[in-house]
């Protein structure tokens, strides 16, 4: 500790200022305290006492501010106070011979009355006014603590309700998902099960044989995509893809090659257009391929009509864009914010027949929202719907 013992000129004279850390105390118990200690002047930023230490001093403020500090929970620090010129402070380590209960910092260049343990203990068998003075100042100190520990206690008690309640909020959407995934399972399960049980009775004619087989079929395609986007899903919870420039161009023309014969089953054509010169994405190609992916495998199928799916890529400030516009049934408005939760399907009639599990956008909003973009979508019933991602561009120009 950088200390000097020769103070400072300006100094308030410890005979004005030591009254006004003892109100009431004599005129000899001043001269006594005085011949007993040092006047000492610290720099700013000194640690004159340290939180823990057995210290053994005791200190009236004459000149200069400093703060008090503690700290909460092994790693918060929390400043309880500033004292000023007529403050004391390191009394407590005086009264219980403990460590100290805070630490005090010179906020400025500092003078210090400074008293050792012993000295101070001889002054105080005799000054009823330095005891008084120092006991009220120690109940209000530890008022002031107990007050600090109760807020402390509410905003932890806060704090564990609200983790809680978000605990309660995760187990809950984790019943619903094995809910609804048992049931999905169910269904074509035993639809799966109860031809095979058909075909072992040798119940099937064998006109009807080929008709019996594609609906098992179809049925196991089902549990298998359900049991893939399921996978895929709890994947991307667990493992974050390592980031590479992507070019979304690329990923979109192969997944619009991809869908070719399944739109034109359904009378339908896929038009993709790119402005030129898009820059690239920070992105995991595989995971955007498949978030685009289920874009347009739901604009083919919610296009019963045929007609036309535009995929448009473009650049907007700083983001490229990849729109997915179809013009089929259009999404009721007031289910638009839900399409994107798990297991959302449209209830209306028309949306069952559309078939389909209801993970598709949930895995492209995943996708997504590991990619830092956002996921939109504007529809209009009877005209179609657009859906947009918008992904950070990167300085790389392919
Ligand atoms: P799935 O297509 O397997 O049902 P998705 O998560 O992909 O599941 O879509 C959820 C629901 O959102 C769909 O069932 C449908 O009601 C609605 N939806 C998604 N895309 C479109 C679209 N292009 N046009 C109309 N409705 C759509």
């Not at 107990?146 to 309640?165: G, H, I, P, S």
């Not at 049925?219 to 995509?225: D, G, R």
């Not at 996708?367 to 300085?395: P, Y």
């Amino acid at each position: 500790m950088n200390s000097f013992n020769l103070p400072n000129k300006n100094l308030h004279s410890p005979k004005d200022i030591i009254p006004r850390a003892f109100p009431g105390i004599s005129q000899i118990e001043i001269e006594e305290l005085i011949a007993l200690s040092q006047v000492i002047s610290y720099p700013a930023t000194s640690i004159l006492c340290r939180e823990g230490s057995l210290e053994t001093k005791f200190y009236i403020l004459l000149e200069g501010k400093v703060e008090v500090t503690k700290t909460i929970n092994n790693s918060e620090e929390r400043k309880l106070k500033i004292l000023e010129a007529g403050d004391f402070f390191g009394e407590m380590a005086i009264m219980h011979n403990a460590p100290r209960a805070a630490s005090v910092t010179a906020l400025s260049p500092v003078t210090v009355l400074e008293i050792e343990k012993e000295n101070f203990d001889s002054v105080i068998q005799h000054s009823s006014t330095i005891t008084i003075a120092m006991v009220r100042e120690i109940s209000r100190r530890l008022r002031e603590n107990d007050e600090m520990a109760v807020e402390d206690l509410k905003m932890r008690a806060n704090e564990l309700a609200q983790a809680y309640q978000k605990l309660a909020e995760q187990e809950l959407a984790r019943r619903e998902f094995i809910t609804n995934v048992a049931h999905e399972l169910r269904t074509p399960l035993m639809a799966a099960g109860g031809f095979l049980n058909q075909l072992q009775n040798k119940a099937i004619s064998p006109e009807k044989l080929p008709d019996t087989i594609n609906t098992v079929a179809s049925n196991i395609h089902h549990i298998t995509t359900l049991v893939n986007d399921i996978l895929f899903l709890q994947e991307m919870e667990l493992i974050l893809p390592k980031f590479q420039p992507v070019n979304l161009t690329v990923i979109t023309q192969e997944v619009a090659n991809h869908f070719h014969d399944k739109a034109t089953a359904n009378h339908l054509s896929i038009y993709v257009q790119a402005e030129k010169n898009l820059p690239s994405v920070s992105g995991d190609s595989k995971s955007l391929q498949r978030g685009l992916s289920a874009l347009v495998d739901n604009a083919i199928k919610f296009s019963p009509g045929g007609g036309q799916i535009d995929i448009r890529l473009r650049k907007e400030d700083n983001y490229v864009v990849i729109d997915v516009e179809d013009h089929g049934v259009g999404i009721e408005p007031e289910n638009l914010s839900r399409v994107f939760d798990r297991f959302y399907r449209s209830e209306s009639p028309g949306g069952k027949m559309f078939g389909g599990i209801g993970l598709g956008l949930a895995i492209t909003n995943q996708v997504i929202k590991q990619h830092h973009g956002q996921l939109t979508v504007k529809s209009e019933m009877g005209s179609g719907s657009t859906f947009s991602m918008r992904l950070k561009a990167i300085n790389v120009v392919f």
